[in-house]
C-alpha cells in the first residue's frame, strides 16, 4: 500500500492529536511568574504537560479551558517561579564522586582561608578512617586561597600527618597533586623517573630532590594504580549521590566532560550506562570522552551514541592546566612571583594536537578543549580554522572552548567568526579574581577573564559552569556572580565591569544556550510546546531579585519528563 504526501500529513497529524489529545494534560502550572525563555524571553501564565512533553504555553484561562480535565494534576505555585531546568555544561560527575563522595574532601569556598597547619589537623583527624593498608586521598586544597598566600603542601609536610599510610591529595584546581614520601616509596617514583608526556612534571627543588608536587593528570597515575581502587557498588552510589546532589540545585542535564579520565572509557561508559539502564539518574547526561583516555585514539563508543537521557557527543582535551595553579600558558609570564619568567606550558604541540582533533572531527565528533591561557586559546582556535576550513556553515560543529579565562579581544572576535562557544568557570571572578588581579596576573589581564560581555556584544554565546569539583554547582550562584562580577576577598571588587551581562543573559547561559551548546536544545532549555517537561521551581523570580541576591534562591523543586524528582 503506497501513501500520498497528503495522506501521510493526515495520518501524522491525527496520531499527534491522539497523543497530544486536548482536555487530558498530565499537569498543569499555575499560580506564579512563568519564564519561559524562548525567543523572546516570554514569561506566561500556565504550562501543560502530557506524556512527559509540554503541550501549552500561555494564559492560565486558555491552558486550563483547553487542557485541564479531571484527572490533571494542578500545581499551583502560590507566588513561585517556574523556568527551565539548568543545563550544567561543564562537570566532572565521577571525579567529583570520587573525590568528594569517597576521599577526604578540603575545599573551603567561604573565608576565612585555611592554612597548611588547619590542613594538616584536618587530615590527621581523617587517618581514623584510613582502614589498614589504606591510603589517606584527598582534595581541595589551593594555595592561591591559603592564608598565606600561596602556602603550599610538600612531601615534608604530609610526613607531618603520616610517615606510615601513604597521602595523595590533589589541588582544588584538579591539574595538581601532593604527595608524602611513602606514597613516593610505593609508586616507584624517584629522581630518575622521567616526566610523563601530556604536560606532566614531577616537581624537584633546588637540589634535584622531589618536593611531592605533581603538575598535570599524567603524574597521577603511578600513585593511582598503587592505591585500591571503589568497588562497583561505592562508585554507582557515589555517582547517583553526586547527581541527586546536582537535581537539588535544579539541574536537569549535565555534561561530564572526563569521561574515562578516572578508570578508563570503557568502563566510566558501562558505569554510566548501568545507572541509565536502572533509572538511577535524576538527571540527563551528556558525556565528552577524555581524549587521553582512549587507546591508541581508537574507540567502540559512535559519535552521538545514546538517547535522551544518556549521549556521548564529544572528545574533550587538556591543552594547559590552572591559572591560579600557575600552570596556565600564558603568552607573557605571571606576575607572581615577582620578576617571574614562568608563562606555563602547552599540554600538547601543534601539529600533534590538530592531528590528533582531526581524526575525531572527521568522524563527527564534537570537539571540546580545556583552554584557560590566551597561549592556549591561540592554539586551539588555530586547530579549529584548519578544521572547520572551507565549512560554509562552521557554528553547525559548535566546537567548544573550556574556561577561556586569560584572552585578549582578537581571541573572542576570532571565535565568534568560528561559531565557537566557550565555557566560563565564572567563579574565577568570585572565588580567585582578588588573587588573579593583586598576584597572579595583574589588573589589566585579570579584568578580562570570562568575557562575557564581548561575546554578547559581538553576538556570540558564552555559557557558565561549575567545572565541579573545581567549585560547587549551582546555576542561580553562576547568575549572580556573572552579573555582578564581584569578588569574594574583602574588600570586594567588581572585576571588569565591561564583561558583565544582564540577568536575562545570565539566565540564558545556564539554559537554553547552554542547551544548544550540548546538542540538546531541540529537547531541553526553553519551556516550549513540544518540549520535554524538564522544570525548576524556584521561591523567586530571578528576574526580579537583586542579582547579588539570586545565589541565595531556593530550589523547591526540580522536574524531569514532568514528573517531580526524589532527591533523598
Known amino acids: ?26 499537569t498543569i502550572f499555575y499560580g506564579g511568574p512563568i519564564l519561559t525563555v524562548n525567543a523572546k524571553n516570554e514569561e506566561v501564565q500556565a504550562l501543560a504537560v502530557q506524556n512527559g512533553k509540554i503541550v501549552a504555553v500561555g494564559s492560565k484561562d486558555a491552558v486550563t479551558k483547553e487542557w485541564q480535565a479531571d484527572n490533571t494534576r494542578v500545581v499551583d505555585l502560590k507566588g513561585q517561579t517556574l523556568m527551565p531546568g539548568f543545563v550544567e555544561p561543564h562537570v566532572h560527575i565521577i571525579v567529583t564522586s570520587v573525590f568528594e ?4 574532601n578540603l575545599s573551603n569556598f567561604t573565608l576565612p582561608y585555611d592554612t597548611k597547619e588547619t590542613l594538616i589537623q584536618k587530615m590527621k583527624a581523617a587517618l581514623k578512617d584510613v582502614p589498614a593498608g589504606g591510603w589517606l586521598f584527598g582534595f581541595g586544597v589551593d594555595p592561591s586561597r591559603t592564608s598565606p598566600f600561596m602556602a603550599e603542601l610538600n ?42 608526556p601530556g604536560g606532566g612534571i614531577y616537581v624537584k627543588d633546588a637540589q634535584g630532590k622531589l618536593t611531592g608536587k605533581l603538575i598535570e593528570p599524567p603524574t597521577y597515575l603511578p600513585f593511582m594504580a598503587k592505591m585500591p581502587n571503589p568497588t562497583e557498588a561505592q562508585l554507582f552510589g557515589a555517582i547517583v549521590g553526586t547527581m541527586k546532589k546536582m537535581a537539588s540545585t535544579g539541574v536537569t542535564t549535565a555534561s561530564d566532560m572526563s569521561v574515562g579520565g578516572n578508570f578508563g572509557v570503557d568502563k566510566e561508559v558501562a558505569i554510566y550506562k548501568a545507572i541509565f539502564a536502572k533509572n538511577a539518574s535524576p538527571i540527563r547526561l551528556r558525556g565528552y570522552l577524555f581524549s587521553e583516555s582512549i587507546p591508541n585514539g581508537k574507540t567502540s563508543i559512535k559519535p552521538n551514541e545514546g538517547d535522551d537521557q544518556l549521549r556521548f557527543i564529544g572528545i574533550k582535551y587538556i591543552g594547559d592546566g590552572s591559572t591560579q595553579g600557575l600552570t596556565a600558558a600564558l603568552t607573557k609570564p605571571y606576575t607572581y612571583p615577582k620578576n617571574s619568567k614562568w ?10 594536537i590538530y592531528t590528533s582533533m582531526k581524526s575525531y572531527f572527521d568522524q563527527g565528533w564534537q570537539i571540546s578543549t580545556h583552554a584557560n591561557g590566551d597561549k592556549t586559546i591561540d592554539q586551539a582556535l588555530n586547530s579549529y580554522s584548519k578544521l572547520l576550513a572551507g565549512n560554509p556553515n562552521p557554528q553547525d560543529r559548535r566546537l567548544r572552548l573550556e574556561h577561556f579565562t586569560v584572552n585578549n579581544e582578537g581571541q ?36 578580562r577573564i570570562d568575557p562575557a560581555g564581548d561575546f554578547k ?28 562580577r564581584l569578588w569574594q576577598l574583602p574588600p570586594q571588587k567588581v572585576l571588569g565591569p565591561d564583561q558583565a551581562v544582564t540577568v536575562d543573559d545570565a539566565i540564558r547561559a545556564v539554559t537554553i544556550d547552554a542547551a544548544y551548546q550540548v546538542f540538546a536544545d531541540n529537547i531541553v532549555g526553553s519551556l516550549e510546546v513540544g518540549k520535554q517537561a524538564d522544570l525548576v521551581v524556584l521561591e523567586k523570580n530571578p528576574r526580579k531579585t537583586p542579582p547579588s541576591e539570586i545565589r541565595n534562591i531556593k530550589v523547591n523543586g526540580t522536574w524531569i519528563d514532568g514528573k517531580p524528582v526524589a532527591l533523598k
Open 1 to 26: 500500500m503506497s501513501f500520498t504526501p497528503k495522506l501521510l500529513s493526515a495520518l501524522l497529524m491525527a496520531q499527534c492529536a491522539l497523543v497530544f489529545a486536548k482536555g487530558n494534560a498530565d
Open 101 to 104: 563522595g569517597i576521599g577526604l
Open 155 to 196: 612531601a615534608d609536610d604530609l610526613d607531618k600527618v603520616s610517615k606510615d599510610v601513604p597521602i595523595f591529595i590533589v589541588n582544588q584546581s584538579g591539574h595538581i597533586g601532593y604527595v608524602n614520601h611513602k606514597a613516593l616509596e610505593l609508586a616507584g617514583v624517584t629522581e630518575k623517573t622521567p616526566n610523563p
Open 343 to 352: 608563562s606555563g606550558a602547552l599540554d600538547f604541540k601543534d601539529d600533534e
Open 412 to 447: 573572542v572576535k576570532k571565535a565568534v567568526k568560528l561559531g565557537v562557544i566557550p565555557s566560563f568557570t565564572i567563579g574565577h571572578v568570585n572565588y580567585w579574581g582578588a588573587a588573579f588581579n593583586n598576584e597572579i596576573l595583574g589588573a589589566e589581564r585579570a579584568k
Open 457 to 484: 556584544r559581538l553576538g556570540g554565546k558564552f555559557t557558565l559552569h561549575s567545572d565541579t569539583p573545581v567549585s560547587n554547582v549551582g546555576p542561580l550562584n553562576y547568575i549572580s556572580e556573572e552579573v555582578t
